[in-house]
């Protein structure tokens, strides 16, 4: 079975601390895709980034950095430096290799980014 | 278009009613997905449509739910006598072939009353 789990359902920081996400995965697959997308108050899906199984380098974008550990199946997300505008709903998603395009969603982190 | 673009963005209807949302994807995009989004939870995929290969429907909830894409493009989600336990944001994306990543729409704000 595949499965998301964000065991943060909400995370209360002040600006400029910084904030990690957690997102812990389960599957079978051998190759699969992890996600994270960003849902701000006005509702829109935004897509952050997508990493493939066989790479598990980190990746930094900008104050966003994400930590892929197969050993652990986990795909966490650390937002440095946060600030109000990251004030969001974050999802982490699963997909599968191959052909199959839907992915499977974990219930979201809600962080509030207080001034 | 520049983006997904769906319709209604909100929409009340009586307990009972049909309703119709549509999604417009991204031009040339081949895949199309419809989600749901209860209060509180996170996405739960609905349908898949790949080109003109037979729909992913294994994620709809009932047969009172239905779907359909017409000329690889715009997609219409069909909700027959809606029950108060529909009342969701309905999200639909849109993406090339094969490409994960794809573009969410604003959604469809359905309450059944």
């Known amino acids: 079975a595949q499965k998301v789990t964000q065991a943060q359902t909400e995370i209360s920081v002040v600006e400029k601390e910084d904030v990690t996400l957690d997102c812990v995965y389960e599957t079978r697959d051998t190759t699969y895709y992890l996600f994270w997308y960003k849902q701000p108050p006005s509702g829109e899906l935004v897509f952050l980034i997508r990493?493939?199984?066989?790479?598990?380098q980190n990746e930094i974008s900008g104050r966003y950095s994400w930590n892929f550990q197969k050993s652990t199946s986990s795909f966490n997300f650390t937002i440095t430096a946060s600030q109000v505008v990251d004030s969001a709903v974050y999802f982490c998603?699963?997909?599968?290799?191959?052909?199959?395009?839907?992915?499977?969603f974990g219930k979201g982190t809600k962080l509030s980014v207080k001034p | 278009g520049a983006g997904v673009s769906q319709s209604p963005s909100n929409k009340v209807t009586e307990k009972g009613k049909d309703v119709e949302l549509r999604c417009d994807p991204i031009?040339?995009?081949?895949?199309l997905y419809w989600y749901r989004q209860s209060l509180g939870q996170g996405l739960e995929f609905l349908i898949y449509?790949?080109?003109?290969?037979?729909?992913?429907k294994s994620g709809l909830p009932s047969d009172r739910f239905s779907a359909e894409r017409t000329g690889g493009s715009v997609s219409t989600l069909t909700i027959q006598r809606t029950q108060q336990e529909d009342s969701a944001v309905y999200l639909c994306?849109?993406?090339?072939?094969?490409?994960?990543?794809?573009?969410f729409g604003s959604g469809t704000r359905l309450t059944v009353v």
């Open positions: 998603a699963l997909g599968r290799g191959g052909s199959q395009g839907n992915l499977i």
């Open positions: 031009s040339g995009h081949t895949a």
């Open positions: 994306a849109s993406s090339f072939e094969g490409v994960y990543g794809y573009t």
């Open positions: 449509f790949q080109g003109n290969s037979a729909p992913d």
């Open positions: 990493r493939n199984s066989f790479d598990e």
